[in-house]
T-cell receptor, first 112, second 115 residues
Framework: GQQLNQSPQSMFIQEGEDVSMNCTSSSIFNTWLWYKQDPGEGPVLLIALYKAGELTSNGRLTAQFGITRKDSFLNISASIPSDVGIYFCAGQLGGSQGNLIFGKGTKLSVKP | EAGVAQSPRYKIIEKRQSVAFWCNPISGHATLYWYQQILGQGPKLLIQFQNNGVVDDSQLPKDRFSAERLKGVDSTLKIQPAKLEDSAVYLC?????????????FGPGTRLTVT
């Protein structure tokens, strides 16, 4: 089946730092979505991207739809403690009736 | 606007028992999805409904899993009989379901433990 490679798997942040994560695939996607999941909760939609090259912001979050349509990036600027959680990328193949394929997630934790 | 509702939030059963999960999507959302999320993984689609019809159930283990959405609104997912490897979080999501509006919104999930 289709796979999304999401990296890094985990990272530690210090308050105020910028954070970057990305997703890559061998397949072309029509849509990229970024979600955040807190423990015991369902994923919450952060940003949706629909066009190659598109750059979209949501507060301190910025995501880009890669020009090749095979990758996407999420940046978090000036991180705060509540940014801790698991971030998932999800891609939607053309003609897939809306089905999403998820990455394995990037776990953000606070530096001890 | 109310979000996606799911119940129960937690369920513990023994293997070979049966279990059912319920989902109520966001009002007006035509498309409903059930996902399985195993610990440490991203969600994996089990079945997708458009109104009350099945669009994709290619990854649903049909020998033990079944789902229905009788009136195009609420949905139930059933496992019978359960196996140890079914321990996971079962997530329901919904979307408006037409081109350009495939953003999916998730419920809180049901955490199933099979012992």
């Amino acid at each position: 089946g289709q796979q999304l490679n999401q990296s890094p798997q985990s990272m530690f942040i210090q308050e105020g730092e910028d954070v970057s994560m990305n997703c890559t695939s061998s397949s072309i996607f029509n849509t990229w979505l970024w979600y955040k999941q807190d423990p015991g909760e369902g994923p919450v939609l952060l940003i949706a991207l629909y066009k190659a090259g598109e750059l979209t912001s949501n507060g301190r979050l910025t995501a880009q739809f890669g020009i090749t349509r095979k990758d996407s990036f999420l940046n978090i600027s000036a991180s705060i403690p509540s940014d801790v959680g698991i971030y998932f990328c999800a891609g939607q193949l053309g003609g897939s009736q809306g089905n999403l394929i998820f990455g394995k997630g990037t776990k953000l934790s606070v530096k001890p | 606007e109310a979000g996606v509702a799911q119940s129960p939030r937690y369920k513990i059963i023994e293997k070979r028992q049966s279990v059912a999960f319920w989902c109520n999507p966001i009002s007006g959302h035509a498309t409903l999805y059930w996902y399985q999320q195993i610990l440490g993984q991203g969600p994996k689609l089990l079945i997708q409904f458009q109104n009350n019809g099945v669009v994709d159930d290619s990854q649903l283990p049909k020998d033990r899993f079944s789902a229905e959405r009788l009136k195009g609104v609420d949905s139930t997912l059933k496992i019978q009989p359960a196996k140890l490897e079914d321990s996971a979080v079962y997530l329901c999501a919904s979307s408006l379901g037409f081109t350009g509006a495939y953003e999916q919104y998730f419920g809180p999930g049901t955490r199933l433990t099979v012992t």
